[in-house]
């Protein structure tokens, strides 16, 4: 595993997810609390950015929300919850370290290869 720093701690809004560049993966990073997610930073269903859509606390957890036609993404899983999405996005594993996030791009926690 090869922990990058992706930013700090409080970057990350309750609401929004916070777009980073680190190699060659644009990640949307997303926090529910003082837990931290980072998940490839597009949609399955199209070419957009998940990290320009809320975050939201809802029944089955923290999700993304797609802001082009409102699929949502558990932030655990990478799974879309409804559709049109209907795969899911790579998950990465995050360390939070102090108060920063670092991020693993060379492996996925879900097994999905990022686009
Ligand atoms: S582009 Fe994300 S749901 Fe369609």
Same mark, same amino acid.
């Given at each position: 595993?090869?922990?990058?720093?992706?930013?700090?701690?409080?970057?990350?809004?309750?609401?929004?997810a916070?777009?980073?560049?680190?190699?060659?993966?644009?990640?949307?990073?997303?926090?529910?609390?003082?837990?931290?997610?980072?998940?490839?930073?597009?949609?399955?269903?199209?070419?957009? %950015?998940?990290?320009?859509?809320?975050?939201?606390? $809802? &029944?089955?957890?923290?999700?993304? +929300?797609?802001? /082009?036609? *409102?699929?949502?993404?558990?932030?655990?899983?990478?799974?879309?919850?409804?559709?049109?999405?209907?795969?899911?996005v %790579?998950?990465?594993p995050?360390?939070v370290?102090? $108060? &920063?996030?670092?991020?693993?791009? +060379?492996?996925? /926690?879900? *097994?999905?290869?990022?686009?």
């Amino acid at each position: 595993m090869a922990f990058e720093r992706a930013c700090a701690l409080d970057e990350i809004q309750a609401d929004k997810a916070l777009a980073v560049t680190l190699g060659r993966y644009d990640l949307a990073i997303a926090r529910d609390g003082d837990e931290v997610f980072a998940i490839e930073d597009t949609c399955s269903h199209a070419e957009v %950015a998940l990290s320009e859509g809320e975050v939201e606390q $809802t &029944d089955g957890g923290c999700q993304i +929300e797609c802001w /082009l036609h *409102g699929s949502m993404f558990d932030l655990r899983t990478g799974k879309p919850t409804n559709f049109p999405a209907t795969e899911p996005v %790579a998950t990465f594993p995050v360390d939070v370290r102090g $108060t &920063d996030v670092f991020v693993d791009t +060379e492996t996925t /926690l879900n *097994g999905v290869t990022p686009a």
